[in-house]
């Protein structure tokens, strides 16, 4: 069955934000901004690790894969948003929207699986120091990486199979800034429980599933932290895993809010300022959440900074 068979509509229309032409400019510059800090911060993040040889390690392999998602998926959301905030015209595709909304879905999802990874990985680090670099071998880390890659692309390719099954033929307008599920089950003319079980049961199972990794690594953090009888060595081994852990809390807050929740309870203003949290200004802080706490990432950026001075002088 074509697509014409599933929907009378070819496009959409995102609403965005607000109908004010004096906001939208307003937002329009606040939203580049971010964005340029996002796409300069995380690009930057990889291309440290990358560059400096003592960041090679499995800590900061987990690291430069967030940034990678972050910036992906902020540049699958914000360029579209940026555009519609300056344009009159605010159409999408419906092939468009769709593809929108699996890389978004599957980036969230890899990032969920992921910082449960850096989770272990931290656990492993300050639980079971002496066996760190046999248990965080390279090809553990990258068959950590690899695996919530394939989780989260899996779980948006069933999302997304589930939501084309929907019917759409009263409304083309989306009260969203992108295509999110909620907002687009909110305009399907036909019964929507289907997609509403398999999104919340894929969306839970993520989220629960990473956040109980999440937990009973930082639960077993906390307890070996508590052993150690220095204050000094308490503080260092906290300093290790305290960025990860208020990225965590930022990222699954949000995600959580807008998610874990039955449609019913759906809130356009409330979800708007979420999505605009996670999809937007959360990419831009785990960079400088991550380097502007990190000593080594500092080290890292002046050791690089030093070694391209010295390269050109040498030219």
Known sequence: MNRRNHTNVSDFILVGLTDSEEIRLVLFNLFLLIYLVTVLGNAGMILIIRLDPQLHTPMYFFLSHL???????STVITPKALENLLTAKKYISY???FTQMYFFISLAATECFLLSSMAYDRYVAICKPLQYPVIMSTTRCRSLVTASYVFGFIDSIITVLGMNTLHFCNSNVIHHFFCDTLPILALSCTDTRNAEIIILILASSTLVASLITVFVSYVSIFSTILKINSTSGKQKAFSTCASHLLGVTIFYASMIFTYLKPRS??????????????????????????SLRNKEVKNALCRVVQKAGSTRHLR
């Open 265 to 290: 309870s759906y809130s356009l203003g409330k979800d708007q300022i979420a999505s605009v949290f996670y999809t937007i200004v959360i990419p831009m802080l785990n960079p400088l959440i991550y």
């Open 67 to 73: 940034s990678i998602l972050d910036l992906s998926y």
């Open 95 to 97: 092939g468009g929207c």
